[in-house]
């Protein structure tokens, strides 16, 4: 199972929200390229990294910290957060990511996702970011009215090389992930899932894996990680457990 610990950036600085909420985040001392020196330095692969900037603006606002990072370390990262078009999702692409997250304008724009697998084979994610079964869009201020299994029935053909579930109501309360939900998912995805929010220990980590889903690709660490809850040298030996 692939771990992947997470940089969430805004103001150039590593942040973690509550639910996505910009009201309720923590600033970190340390850099986004200096935290990803320190997931490098413990051996992990892949990464995952937000611009919340970006969500706020629709614009690629921290490329040159993806530029950097993936330069320096070349580190696996699939990078999300206000991709809304096939430049932005080139500029990323140019700069060597692995994989491009696309959420709400591939929610509110099915064609849009569409076409973007189309055109850029295996880059694509998709991000569905769901609330009591419902999908959330714009930054998560939007409840979209759409089922998450009804709008991924739709879209199962399109082509999306990786999928990204998280629940909102778990994502940054550390209270652990919605495994039975995500396993649902899971079972009605084309492509692999990557569990997203709420992750509390190491234990989690231990159940996403006991689990046995073969379409579920890996996990992400994030608030847990930046608060001590796992320590990185705890969370490395689970990459080849």
């Given amino acids: 199972m692939k771990i992947f610990p997470a940089i969430d950036i805004k103001d150039k ?10 009201d309720n985040k923590t600033e970190y001392d340390m850099s986004p ?21 970006g969500a706020l603006t629709g614009e690629t606002v921290n490329i040159d910290i993806i530029e950097k990072i ?8 699939e990078i999300g957060g206000g991709i809304r078009n096939f430049e932005s999702i080139q500029k990323y692409i140019d700069t060597g990511v692995e994989k491009v997250i696309l959420g709400s304008a591939a929610i509110k ?3 849009f996702l569409k076409k973007a697998c189309q055109k850029f084979p295996e880059k694509i994610a998709l991000g569905l ?11 998560w201020k939007e409840n979209s009215n759409l089922k998450t299994l009804d709008f991924l029935k739709d879209v199962n053909d399109y082509g999306a090389s990786r999928l990204i579930y998280t629940d909102i109501n778990r994502d940054g309360m550390k209270l652990s992930p919605n495994f039975d939900e995500t396993e649902n998912v899971a079972n009605n995805s084309n ?11 190491i234990n989690d980590i231990r159940k996403a894996r006991e689990i046995g889903n073969k379409n579920i690709e890996g996990i992400i660490i994030g608030k ?6 796992i320590k990185l040298e705890e969370l490395a030996k689970e990459i080849y457990a």
């Fill in 224 to 229: 847990a990680i930046y608060d001590g809850d």
């Fill in 129 to 139: 970011d769901a609330k009591d079964g419902y999908l959330s869009v714009s930054g």
């Fill in 13 to 22: 600085k590593c942040v973690r929200l509550v639910k996505g909420d910009f």
């Fill in 70 to 77: 993936v330069s320096k370390f070349d580190l696996k990262i």
């Fill in 33 to 53: 390229v200096e935290q990803a020196e320190k997931y490098k330095e413990h051996g992990f692969e892949n990464l995952h990294v937000v611009d919340l900037d």
């Fill in 191 to 201: 492509c692999p899932i990557i569990i997203s929010g709420g992750v509390s220990s």
């Fill in 109 to 111: 724009d099915k064609n």
